[in-house]
RNA sequence: GUGGAUGUAGCUCAGGGGUAGAGCGCCUGACUGUGGAUCAGGAGGCCGUGGGUUCAAUCCCCAUCAUCCACCCCA
């Protein structure tokens, strides 16, 4: 007896099967749209890298969860990418005739060895969209309209959008006066002021053997509240003596000032002085959002880094970018049942129903004008009972059906029936595409997308 | 990486030392040109994998793998 290898796919991975992948088809179309609307090209780069392309850019932690993808014999110590931002930076030092600010989008998957859960897999895609060689602050503004644009269209009502600086994050650290090694888990700690909230914190930095006084310092910056521009001004104010902090500051204030010209409603984005973000290379304004329900974590990460580039060539460039993470934007929906009516479960529109071997020719030549029409038309395979094909379109969501039988064909008509309806009609051969076309049209809800 | 829970039919799950059950789904028929209803019948499981204890293991013990949850980190 044969044995067989069972089958699976490695642990954190999945297959994507039809169903599933016309949603994130869908997401993806969204995504996108929105990037090629703000001028973004497009970029591809391969799924490895060398590794020292990848090594020294993401912090010791990060590091560790990088694939490794030699193979016997191989010269080349290479790795699968961790993001799309490193290999953009490559990218951007070896070809230096790109004309600046370039800009581009990629939306491909990335690999990274963590212990899965849910909203987290080991292989996942990240759309990434970025500008490099421009230092204006509404280059990250776009950033944050480009998280705007893509999450209101794909119906997320409620979504907050948080903003910080990592230039205010080394005034608070500095303010703190905590020796750069504790810096670190400081960071860490305050991070978690969304989720463990002043108690929570003040808690954690006790542990961490932070200074009572430093943590009452600490505190006083962390309890500040108000809209964006109120937080900012009064951090301005607690840390006027920082140059760090007055940088941070004044560039989110630039940034605010441009979402506000733009037309980003207020209550889609917040100044968070508590949000961190873990990637080493941030070096000015960082965006995140995150949903509450279900908890998964952020769906969107982003920021500048104006010096990643500066490890690859001696000309370095500023560069900003921002990433949606589909997966999970796909749970958040699939959760909240957010998909339009209009994605269905297949992609074909039009099951053509065969009789017999003798009006297989005729279903044949139908089935060919229906795709010239533009029609997404499938046909079934052998003569088969009527029964039997109608299930098979109900079974996959087909949302109609066109039967041409001997008695139709006499007539010169086909039957051109509605499956979710059970509507059925007797139309002309000539028209049956225009038919169809009408009521893919009309009615919404039945045609895919 | 740390801690915890769970792996039994395609799916959701029950059971329990003597090689297994429900609901839903699936297939067939009643229905020779019309699918979601009803009725009748049927297929489908080395009870995650490997080892141990036992006359005997799906059940007890150990290991391992996978999934889920929390932490960590992040999309």
């Known amino acids: 007896m044969a044995t067989f290898i069972k089958p699976r796919v490695p642990r954190g991975m999945r297959d994507i099967l039809p169903e ?41 932690d990060a590091e560790k969860l990088i694939y490794q993808a030699g193979h016997t014999g191989g010269k080349e110590d290479i790795s699968l990418r961790y993001d799309l931002s490193v290999p953009l930076c490559r990218v951007i030092a070896m070809y230096p005739q790109l004309p600046k600010p370039f800009k581009r989008y990629q939306i491909d998957p990335v690999w990274r060895a963590e212990r899965p859960q849910k909203g987290r897999y080991r292989q996942f895609f990240q759309c990434d969209a970025d500008t490099v060689g421009s230092d204006s602050m509404l280059a990250d503004a776009e950033n944050v309209n480009l998280i705007y644009q893509v999450l209101s269209r794909l119906g997320f009502k409620q979504f907050e959008i948080s903003v910080n600086d990592r230039k205010l994050i080394t005034g608070i650290g500095q303010f703190s006066g905590v020796p750069t090694a504790q810096l670190g888990g400081l960071y860490r700690s305050i991070d978690k002021l969304d989720k463990i909230g002043l108690d929570g914190v003040t808690a954690e930095l006790r542990e961490n053997e932070i200074p009572e006084d430093v943590i009452k310092k600490l505190l006083t910056l962390l309890q500040i509240e108000g809209d964006s521009t109120t937080v900012l001004n009064e951090m301005q104010e607690q840390l006027e003596d920082l140059e760090i902090a007055r940088e941070g500051t004044a560039e989110l204030k630039e940034l605010i000032g441009y979402l506000t010209t733009l037309g980003v409603p207020e209550e889609c984005y917040k100044v968070n002085v508590a949000m961190v973000r873990g990637l080493e290379y941030y070096t000015g304004p960082i965006y995140e959002t995150v949903v509450e329900e ?75 004008q229906l795709r010239q029409g533009g029609i997404r038309t499938e046909v079934y395979f052998r003569p088969a009972r009527l029964s039997a094909q109608m299930k098979y379109a109900d079974a996959k969501g087909i949302p109609y059906a066109v039967i041409l039988g001997s ?43």
């Open 20 to 60: 599933q992948m016309i949603r994130r088809q869908y997401v993806i179309d969204v995504i996108r749209d929105v990037f090629e609307e703000f001028g973004f090209e497009p970029l591809q780069t391969p799924a490895m890298e060398l590794s020292e392309v990848l090594t020294g850019k993401y912090g010791p």
């Open 294 to 368: 279900p908890k998964i974590g952020s769906i969107t990460g982003g920021g500048r880094y104006d010096e990643l580039i500066g490890s690859f060539s001696k000309q370095s460039f500023p560069a900003t970018g921002t990433s949606f993470g589909i997966e999970r934007i796909i749970d958040v929906m699939e959760e909240f049942d957010m998909f339009p009516s209009t994605v269905g479960k297949t992609v074909t529109q039009v099951l053509m129903t065969v009789f017999d071997d003798e009006l297989m020719k005729e279903s044949l030549k139908l089935a060919t």
């Open 407 to 449: 008695d139709e064909l006499a007539a010169g008509n086909a039957a051109v029936r509605d499956l979710a309806s059970r509507e059925q009609e007797n139309v002309p051969l000539d028209k049956v595409v225009e038919r169809i076309k009408h009521l893919i049209n009309t009615s919404e809800g039945r045609q895919t997308f």
